[in-house]
């Protein structure tokens, strides 16, 4: 009676397990495919389906070590990839667009590069290429197969988007040995070919990593300056081309570093701007020229404005705080600001500049000239003055084609009611050809270097006394020099 009991509950057990053990091996499978999806999910970018940082960084590691083994003369080389102003194409036409782009950029890479080549996404525009090589060569070639990628225009939802690219390179054993280094290196030359205006590539080389060495000291040091108040201004006098008085100021930032001199705004402003000191710096900068626009009452002071003070300093509020401490006439200050600050952000920015005349103050187009200088900039916004970059006064005697230019600028500006400041005048010749195309401030060596505050009121002086002649000019000007 027992045994068939028994002999059931046997085969019910034997057949749970059998149950059990299918399912268990279900299960094994299953863990075992996505243990498989996500270690490829790990090592690739979900977008491109490319492989990711992590994949790269493995890659590399595995190729130096077979670079060590080797013995040869072989290289292992890392390009950088970034696609230039990507952030332009995903904010004019929004982020599915830019996707797409990354994607067709992802697929081009791909089919342009040769099948041993190892190609990476680290996310945002930004892709690299590992490549191991017999000879030193392979890294120009690599760096012109990558350029041909970006020849023909990549289609976004039908539309034709052209883009370039900026390209850094380093290799091993040449520039580095680990993963760490090579790839710190392709990064720092991809940032000198962006630098050096985009759309290149570059080969890393020892004085670029000098650079930037020297770039992060500078920046180190210049926190300090700040903080110190080691930084002061020196004021460039403005003539009036009617009058050959001086009309105006502007304040140039100037920098005695304790150990490298005297230091250019052109080399430390553009490093400030990147290490997030443009605004304590610009700050300063308004602080300092207000009080000191006190001491010319019947002058107009003119402020550089870095395109950072719009994006991250409440300028506006700031400019209302600096005329309440210091009463000071806001139509004498006159604001300085590039074509850039309206490219950028455009809404905002307009808005921040319509608000800033309101209050009062003037504002100028500066460096025009220099970059892309459309036109439309001056219809669409209503600027005091016009700043005539040197780059187009330099030799304007000589140059017919500027000389049209710029006429056509000076006539434009004027009928639109603004100013004209030509700057970098050095010469009698320059002075003559821009008061004829109808200038009307001239800026430049050719009057005056910029000097300390102090020196301004003898300045004011010997361009309000009467000239008899050229020659007398000449005798003042030699005076003061
Ligand atoms: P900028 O505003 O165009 O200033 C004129 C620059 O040209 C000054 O150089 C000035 O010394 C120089 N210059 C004037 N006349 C002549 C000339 O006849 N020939 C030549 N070759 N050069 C002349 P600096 O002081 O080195 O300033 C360079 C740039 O740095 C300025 O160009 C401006 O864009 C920027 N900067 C200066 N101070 C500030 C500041 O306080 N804030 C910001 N954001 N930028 C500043
Ligand atoms: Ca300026």
């Known amino acids: 009676f027992i045994l068939p009991l028994v002999m059931m509950g046997l085969v019910g057990a034997g057949m749970l397990t059998w149950v059990m053990i299918g399912r268990l091996k279900r299960a094994s499978s299953e863990l075992e495919n996505r243990e498989e999806l996500s270690r490829h999910q790990a090592l690739h970018d979900a977008l491109s389906g490319l492989p990711n940082r992590h994949h790269f960084v493995e890659r590399l590691q595995d190729a130096l070590d077979g670079l060590i083994q080797s013995r040869n003369n072989g290289r292992v080389v890392v390009a950088y990839i970034d696609v230039d102003r990507f952030k332009d194409v995903n904010d004019t036409m929004g982020h599915q667009a830019g996707d797409a782009l ?38 120009e070639e690599l760096a012109q197969r990558l350029r041909s990628a970006f020849e023909d225009a990549f289609d976004v939802y039908g539309q034709h988007v052209r883009m370039t690219a900026s390209i850094g390179i380093a290799m091993a054993p040449d520039h580095g040995a680990s993963p760490q280094e090579l790839m710190r290196h392709a990064d ?13 590539a570059m080969l890393f080389c020892a004085e670029m990593a000098a650079e930037v060495e020297q770039r992060r000291e500078i920046e180190l040091d210049l926190e300090g300056a700040i903080q110190s108040n080691a930084l002061h201004l020196h004021y460039q006098p403005l003539i009036s081309c009617n009058s050959g008085k001086v009309t105006g100021v502007a304040a140039l930032l100037r920098w005695r570093h304790p150990t490298r001199g005297d230091l250019s705004p052109a080399m430390f402003v553009p490093v400030a701007e990147e290490a997030g000191l443009m605004p304590a710096l610009g700050t300063f900068v308004l602080t300092r020229a207000f009080e000191e626009a006190k001491l010319w009452p019947d002058l107009e002071v003119a402020i550089n404005l870095s395109p ?9 509020d700031l400019l209302k705080n600096l005329l309440k401490d210091h009463d000071v006439d806001p139509s004498r200050i006159v604001l300085e600001v590039t074509e850039g600050v309206l490219m950028e952000s455009t809404e905002r920015n307009r808005q921040i500049l319509d608000a800033v005349r309101e209050l009062g103050f003037k504002i100028a187009l500066d460096d025009f000239g220099t970059g892309y200088s459309s ?41 639109l009611g603004m100013d004209i400041v030509a700057e970098g005048v050095e010469t009698e010749a320059e002075a003559s050809v821009m008061r004829l195309i109808g200038v009307t401030e001239l800026q430049g060596f050719f009057f005056s270097h910029a000097v300390p505050s102090a020196k301004i009121a003898e300045l004011v002086d010997a361009f309000g006394r009467p000239a008899a002649d050229a020659d007398t000019a000449r005798v003042r000007r030699e005076q003061r020099a």
């Open 102 to 139: 990354i994607m067709a950029v992802a697929q081009r890479l791909s089919v342009t590069l040769t099948p041993s080549d190892f190609l990476a996404r680290f996310g945002g525009d930004e892709f690299a290429v590992l490549r191991r090589a017999v000879s030193a060569d392979a890294a």
């Open 308 to 316: 950072v003070q719009f994006r991250h300093v409440d300028l506006v």
């Open 188 to 200: 720092i030359a991809l940032y000198q070919g962006k630098n050096q205006g985009r759309d290149r």
């Open 375 to 415: 036109l439309r900039y001056l219809c669409d916004f209503r600027f005091d003055k016009i700043k005539i970059d040197r780059a187009f006064v330099t030799g304007i005697h000589e140059r017919k084609r500027a000389m049209t230019i710029i006429q056509s600028v000076v006539t434009l500006g004027r009928g």
